[in-house]
């Protein structure tokens, strides 16, 4: 973790077309859908994905029930020259939220997603199925069946791919629902119940007012009482946008969860934004309504088309933008202080999205102090945004990840505690059952409150039902669960078995149950120990931003239920979106440097303003990047990672009287120890003198949040004992180990050791082989000639045995040979290392048993190893 700081020198396809009334085809009585295939490892995974959809309805009824199901994906490998089908859920759930949207708003059936945990229908009636086939750079292919005769099929042609125009293909399934599926589905059973269209039908304020709040509660509220509204009032353009944005919010706010609920929102948003423009001929509020749409999901580069094409249509009209519209300007184009002062301003109705959005463009900045300070603000301002805290806790370090992996379930239970009881949209039975079991305490009882909810969710024809809402509850209840558990097993590397047992009962009936049960083993367990645990485990489309570390240190050969586990990781990497949360996620996480500057490249199709793809492109690709380095200051060089990456970039290219002034003016906005580092270090390059101490120690008046004083003080101490000022260093490294990093005790070890201070040593190396279950102890004494060897053996024999590590083991091997170098027993060592080369080579193994052998005259051995 410390740096040293050192001076350098210098510087084709089938046509595609939507298919008319009449033209469907049957294709026989047993089909499954393929919807994907997944480039990996030079195949083609296919994934199944059968989607099935029970109708239960009556032509003299007016509450017909149509439930959409999303089973289990199946993988199957298939030769690479085969055209790619492609695997982002988005597509599948936009042509499943169509067929939804026709059932509900054109035959006015009540509806049930089963990607949202809808509960069934008790008497599912007749059987309907769709299948979903995205292929790469064509489009959709899709057939609605019912029993054994095909409702409709026809091809959605569009150019989807990693990089894809995702509103045109909205825009054509819209027009699918109010044409093609509306027809098939009334021809086929349902009866044709559609809202009347009310041109200047406005939305409840009630509504309104509760969307404006940033929490599930509100959302859910707000929903119905429009949906219920549109029903009993009919649709008009004002309460269609209403809903698109409330389900926008709904995408951000589930945007963390383990499973994909999310993506079936952000279909949802778009297909009601797309409806509202087409139904309305494009009426300029529908539009600006479209664009907030596109940013709250992520995406936008869409957004700012659509502020454009409103601006164009508006224009010679009394039409003027509503007051969220100079937010949606603001955040596409990241303008950090005008979203500050929205957010703050306290006569504004739209603070909480204010702070929302404020928050994600600090996240788009890739500043960590940032990001976390500016988090803190905007939590106060709309303490019901789970959502934020959740990316609060994948900014944060591991000390601040302490503060983030354990409040979630405070703020939960705070937000349940005051928004539920009020709920009139919630039946006063249920709210009665549920008034019994507050106040809350801990993830148990936010549990319980969820399955409450689920139970009552079959209170139809209410839209929708209090089973997605009691199964966002539980989404969101073992998020947290897993976040904690993994922060404690793999952060901190401690024991985590005994927080997962004090919250088993709140998510033992969890998809990811298993997943989470795992993070009890210790870190290095081996996989015969999660074998029992991950056997019964069936994978589902999972959110890549969370539940990808949930398979952290598992072995890709364990067997799942379905698959192995590496299958399953591929399947949950390639079904990932391409909005703005997931390039934000590879930029970070991704380590090889072609792909993180790929992906800001790739990113502007998504979000071409944001300022963390500027600064990997100038981090990263900065000789390309050259020649419009001007420009991007002129344009984006106030804002401080921008200001920051050139700073860094112009330390790498040695002009460092070029790159002082900006890494300031970057500290002067986001104080991250990055930036304190790269200017320590352009400081240091600069002078003999001792400046770049006093620019690191900077670093200290900062917020601890990911252990940067230790980072600070162990970049100080390394610097000067590189330069052989052990005693200078000494106090730094000391107040290094104050974190209780091992890092920094193997640091201050290293350090005493030079001093010639060897108890002292040897309890920095005991105390790290202790806690972290490292061999540190033996290597000292082997290395050192000093400490109790024998001892240290003994501890590293019972850290292996605990580490169930195999004799074989690399690692537990060259432990025993210094050991019995250490201990005189070289003769034994020669023995020992001849037997293992004579099982496997290794040039390492023979130079060493070669070296022993000479320094004892083991002549005979010498021979053996030089034949």
């Known amino acids: 973790m410390q740096t040293i700081l050192s001076r350098s020198h210098g510087a084709g396809s089938r046509r595609a077309q939507l298919a008319q009334p009449g033209t469907n085809r049957h294709l026989g009585a047993s089909v499954l859908c393929r919807a994907n295939v997944i480039f990996s490892r030079g195949l083609l995974y296919l994934a199944w994905i059968g989607i099935a959809a029970w109708a239960s309805h009556s032509a003299a009824s007016a509450n017909q029930v149509f439930e959409l199901t999303c089973p289990q994906v199946q993988l199957e490998n298939l030769p690479v020259d085969q055209h790619p089908l492609i695997p982002r859920v988005i597509y599948r759930e936009l042509a499943r939220q169509a067929v939804l949207i026709a059932a509900r708003e054109e035959c006015g059936c009540t509806t049930r997603d089963a990607a ?267 303490p019901g945004c789970l959502w934020m805290i959740d990316a609060m806790h994948d900014a944060a370090g591991v000390a601040y990840g302490h503060a983030t992996s354990s409040l979630p379930p405070a703020y939960h239970a705070h937000l349940l505690g005051t928004e539920l009881l009020d709920a009139d949209e919630i039946p006063q039975a249920v709210r009665s059952d549920l008034a019994r079991q507050f106040p809350l305490r801990d993830s148990r009882q936010i549990a319980e409150v969820g399955r409450t909810l689920s139970r009552a969710g079959d209170d139809a024809p209410s839209e929708p039902s209090l089973a997605m809402l009691g199964q966002d509850i539980l989404a969101q209840n073992t998020l947290h669960i897993a976040r904690r558990g993994h922060f404690i097993r793999n952060d901190l590397g401690a024991d985590a078995s005994g927080y997962i047992a004090s919250v088993e009962e709140a998510f033992k009936d969890d998809a990811w149950a298993p997943l989470i049960r795992a993070l009890a083993l210790p870190r290095q367990s081996p996989a015969t120990q999660y074998a029992p645990i991950l056997k019964d485990f069936s994978v589902r489309e999972g ?203 193997d640091l201050e070890m290293r350090c005493r050791t030079a001093l010639g201070q060897y108890d002292e040593a040897e309890s920095l190396a005991r105390q790290n082989s202790e806690r972290y279950g490292t061999t540190d102890w033996l290597y000292f004494c082997v290395r050192t000639g000093h400490g109790d060897l024998e001892q240290a053996w003994k501890a590293t024999q019972q850290i292996y045995r605990q580490q169930r590590k195999d004799p074989n083991d690399t690692n537990v091997q060259f432990a025993t040979a210094f050991y019995q170098i250490a201990s005189g027993q070289k003769q034994a060592c020669v023995a020992s290392l001849k037997e293992q080369l004579e099982r496997q080579a290794s040039p390492v193994k023979a130079f060493m048993a070669y070296t022993i052998a000479g320094e004892i005259d083991d002549r005979e051995s010498r021979l053996w190893l030089e034949q």
Request: hydrophobic letters at 40%.
């Open 543 to 745: 959110n890549y931003l969370s539940s990808q570390s949930l398979f952290d240190g598992l072995s890709r050969e364990l067997k799942l239920k379905d698959m192995q586990l590496g299958e399953a990781r591929d399947l949950i990497y390639h079904a990932m979106g391409g909005t703005e949360f997931e390039y934000l996620y590879k930029l970070r996480s991704q380590n090889i440097k072609k792909w993180r500057v790929q992906y800001a490249k790739w990113m502007a199709d998504c979000s071409v303003h944001c300022p963390m793809r500027f600064a990997v492109l100038i981090r990263e690709d900065f000789a390309e990047s050259a020649p419009r380095l001007d420009e991007w200051q002129r344009e984006y060089g106030t804002h401080p990672c921008i200001a920051a990456a050139l700073g860094e970039a112009y330390v790498k290219q040695g002009e460092y009287e070029r790159a002082i002034p900006l890494l300031e003016r970057s500290l002067a906005a986001a104080s991250d120890y990055r930036t304190i580092q790269y200017l320590a270090d352009a400081r240091f390059q600069l002078t003999d003198g001792e400046s770049w101490i006093t620019t690191l120690q900077r670093a200290f008046d900062l917020e601890d949040y990911s252990l940067s004083h230790a980072t600070a003080a162990a970049t100080i101490a390394a610097t000067l004992m590189h330069d052989g000022r052990f005693t200078d260093a000494l106090p730094w490294a000391e107040k290094a180990s104050e974190s209780g990093a091992g890092w920094a005790w």
């Open 116 to 382: 949202l945990y809808e509960p069934h229908v008790e008497e599912p009636g007749e059987r309907h199925e769709i299948q979903v086939g995205a292929r790469h750079g064509v489009g959709l292919h899709v057939v609605l069946r019912k029993r054994d005769s095909v409702v409709w099929e026809g091809d959605v042609e569009e150019a989807i791919g990693p990089i894809f125009d995702v509103r045109g293909l909205a825009a054509k399934l819209t027009t699918l629902v109010t044409q093609d599926l509306a027809v098939a589905l009334i021809e086929h059973g349902l009866s044709k119940d559609a809202a009347e269209w009310d041109e200047n039908g406005e939305a409840p304020e009630s509504a309104e007012i509760l969307a404006r709040e940033m929490n599930g509660v509100s959302q859910f509220r707000a929903l119905r009482i429009l949906h219920q509204t549109m029903r009993s009032s009919g649709e008009s353009p004002e309460r269609l946008a209403a809903l698109g944005r409330i389900y926008s919010h709904l995408a951000c706010l589930n945007a963390s969860t383990l499973d994909s609920r999310g993506v079936a929102y952000r279909a949802r948003a778009m297909l009601y934004a797309e409806r509202a423009v087409q139904r309305s001929q494009m009426k300029p509020l529908t539009l600006w309504s479209r664009a907030y749409v596109y940013a709250m999901i992520g995406l936008p580069t869409i957004a700012l088309q659509d502020l454009d094409e409103a601006a164009r249509v508006s224009q010679g009209t009394d039409a003027s933008p509503p007051d969220w519209v100079s937010l949606i300007d603001d955040y596409c184009h990241y303008r950090y202080p005008d979203l500050e002062s929205a957010a703050k301003a306290a006569d504004s109705p739209h603070s909480q999205i204010a702070a929302v959005l404020w928050f994600r463009s600090a996240l788009n900045s890739g500043s960590q102090s940032l990001t976390l300070e500016t988090g803190k603000q905007a939590l106060a301002i709309a």
